[in-house]
């Protein structure tokens, strides 16, 4: 047996099946679908028992992330009390590949009674499932992938493929935009890189972080090595920045063997240092030491007068799971 090669297989017979799902899907019924999700003023609630109900819970976790309100309903739990977490103004779309799973048929009944709408996802458009929903997306007979064909595979990949589209196109028309993706993943990279400034990462020990234009350099470097920054901004006596040391310049000196010990800092600096604003987005600086001829490790930060609040290294960026794509 080769097993790439099966592998591979099985990846073309479940998108063959995607291919035919796509081409057969009825134009009417998925627009009526999809303007009643973006209509619904309650919760998208997924339904599904086995495998369709593991597809389900994925659903619901994607359809929260673009901020369509959902969650998964199981259907024994729903039977033993959790339906009463079901209102008229949320929208239930129930999952069965035959349309026929007992656990899901059984509770149609009391779901009218609460005045859901309800939208089958089948592939059987003459299930009963079909005849007691109120929306309906029929989906073709899906050839399972592998010799025996019987486990759920190709109409489960189907199904989810099925939910992407929907929570994309919904996520769409209700102009959807990155930054309120990043509300809802405070803790992933996106969300991270929309949310974290400056000022959230940076070295805020200030007298660790700056030095007067007049002192000698030998006072810089005790700062520097206290602050562990490998750089100090230069203020002049309005603690404006006017310069920057980084430990890169005191290196080039000392290899010149330039004796920099009664040394004027002013005399050292580098002028027209490259700053970052507190306010500015982490993963903006980030690019900004990127974006120089030679890589920048550190930049002041300062307010937008000009005085210096701290010091940022692109080790404290990363650090905080800042990253560019």
Request: with cysteine.
């Amino acid at each position: 047996m080769n097993i790439t090669g099966r592998v591979k297989e099985v990846f073309d017979e479940e998108i063959h099946e995607i291919i035919k799902a796509r081409d057969t899907l009825d134009e009417k019924s998925i627009e009526e679908v999809i303007n009643l999700l973006d209509n619904c003023t309650g919760k998208v609630v997924l339904c599904g028992m086995g495998k369709p109900g593991h597809i389900g819970k994925k659903i619901a976790a994607t359809m929260s992330s673009l901020g369509i309100e959902s969650y998964f309903l199981h259907p024994a739990e729903a039977a033993h009390g959790d339906l009463g977490t079901l209102s008229r103004e949320d929208v239930l779309l129930m999952i069965s590949n035959s349309g026929e799973t007992d656990e899901v048929i059984r509770l149609i009944p009391n779901i009218k009674m609460i005045g859901t709408p309800i939208v089958a996802v089948t592939s059987n458009m003459n299930s009963t499932l079909v005849t007691m929903s109120d929306y309906q997306i029929i989906l073709p007979y899906m050839e399972e992938a592998g010799i025996l064909k019987l486990a759920p595979t190709s109409s489960t990949t189907v199904e989810m493929v099925l939910g992407d589209a929907l929570a994309v196109s919904v996520s769409e028309l209700r102009n959807m935009r990155k930054e309120d993706f990043a509300v809802f993943h405070p803790a992933g990279t996106l969300g991270k890189n929309l949310t974290v400034t400056v000022n959230d990462l940076m070295n805020k020990e200030i007298s660790n972080l700056v030095v007067d234009s007049s002192e000698k350099v030998m006072a810089a470097i005790t700062k520097m090595v206290a602050s562990g920054s490998g750089a100090i901004a230069v203020v002049n006596h309005e603690d404006k920045i006017v310069g920057i040391i980084t430990d890169g310049d005191l290196k080039r000196y000392i290899a010149n063997r330039i004796d920099l010990y009664n040394m004027e800092v002013d005399k050292v600096m580098t002028k027209d240092a490259v700053c970052v604003l507190d306010q500015t987005l982490a993963v903006d600086a980030l690019r900004q030491m990127q974006a120089h001829g030679r890589a920048i490790s550190v930049l002041p930060v300062i307010s937008d007068t000009g005085e210096v609040l701290g010091m940022i290294r692109n080790t404290d960026i990363l650090a905080g799971g800042i990253f560019i794509s």
